[in-house]
């Protein structure tokens, strides 16, 4: 990819009806395309990612829509979030049948409070492809900040006072001592438990750049100080220990 700022989208490709799906979905994807483009007020989108995968179409009629938007030169690289790993080699198949451009990248839910999900099958399966991987959520949606405290609500307002993905997490003793250890590795090199959070996925091999979702330009600040930052052997393999899903 180029090193000039990139546009990067998530969105969905609809069958329209069963069988004329290839007659009908392909101009109307085109059409929204270039809706999307003008909107945006730019000639190209750099990656297009698929949010979820779609049980009602077959996958070659996906990828044949999204070749056609790389071939029309509306969307440079294509990419998948919250596929497993059956149905993201599935794809890559498909791609490899047929000729299609193929998926370059993965954005999967994936943190140190939510690792099983990317690591039991779909991490070995980018390792093996060479797929970019841009975690969502790298946060936990805020619990790895340490702006919750045990035996306390959270916080109002803050997405822990209405999130139940958020409250699960604040229920298990383990997340805690997690939590704890975030903070002791953040003293002992001068940085906060969201920047040593970052830093995890930054130092996975696997982990091309976690998407943050800040609310605020001082949350924004927080989240950039894990810039360049990386954890060494010893602080992967305790905060490992403690967030050790097997
Ligand atoms: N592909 C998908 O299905 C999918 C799903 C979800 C998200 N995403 C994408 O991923 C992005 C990131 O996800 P996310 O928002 O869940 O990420 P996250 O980084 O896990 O959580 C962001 C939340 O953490 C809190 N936070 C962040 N920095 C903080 C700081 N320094 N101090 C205190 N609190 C802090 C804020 O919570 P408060 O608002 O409570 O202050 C913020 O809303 C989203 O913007 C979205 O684009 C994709």
Redesign the pocket.
Known sequence: MSSMPQIGM?GRIRRLLPGLAALLCCPAVLAAAEASLRRLGTDYIDLYQL?WPDEETPIAETLSALDDLVHKGYVRYIGC??YPAWRLMQALWTSDRYGYSRFVSV?P?Y?LVHRAEFERELEEVCRTYGLAVLP???????FL?G?YRRDEPPPTP???ATSQRIQGYMRDPRNWELLDQLRKVGEARGK?P?QVALAWLLSRPVVTSP?????SVE?LQ??LGAVGFRLDAAEMETIEALSAWE
């Open positions: 998530k949010h979030s919250n954005q839910h943190s969502y959520s790298p946060l936990g949606g805020g900040t702006k803050s997405r822990g906060s969201s998407i943050i979702g800040p609310r949350q927080d989240n």
